[in-house]
């Protein structure tokens, strides 16, 4: 029963880790899409060369840290 309880434990962990990621940005009841005005574009500035290039370097850098995080785990976790 041990594992019964152990499951259900981790169950309820991923069900608020996913609640609050959900809601993480002050999302609305429809996900980021509603809370960042996704059906707006026009309205955003397009971004400069600067932005673009800053953007990609970031992108880059969360490469690098998710090979790097998985790279120290085990076959399992992955």
């Known amino acids: 029963m041990a594992s019964d309880d ?3 434990d ?4 991923r069900y608020r ?3 609050r990621w959900e809601n993480e940005g002050g999302a609305g009841a429809h996900g980021r899409e509603e809370a960042c005005g996704a059906g707006n574009a026009s309205d955003m500035p397009p971004l400069t ?3 673009l290039v800053q953007l990609r ?3 880059i850098a969360l490469e690098n840290l998710v090979i790097a995080l ?3 785990t085990s076959g399992r976790q992955r």
Request: proline share 0%; no cysteine.
């Open 6 to 8: 152990s499951d259900a």
């Open 10 to 13: 981790r169950t309820m962990q």
């Open 17 to 19: 880790a996913l609640s």
């Open 49 to 51: 060369n600067t932005e």
């Open 57 to 59: 370097v970031r992108v």
């Open 70 to 72: 998985l790279a120290g």
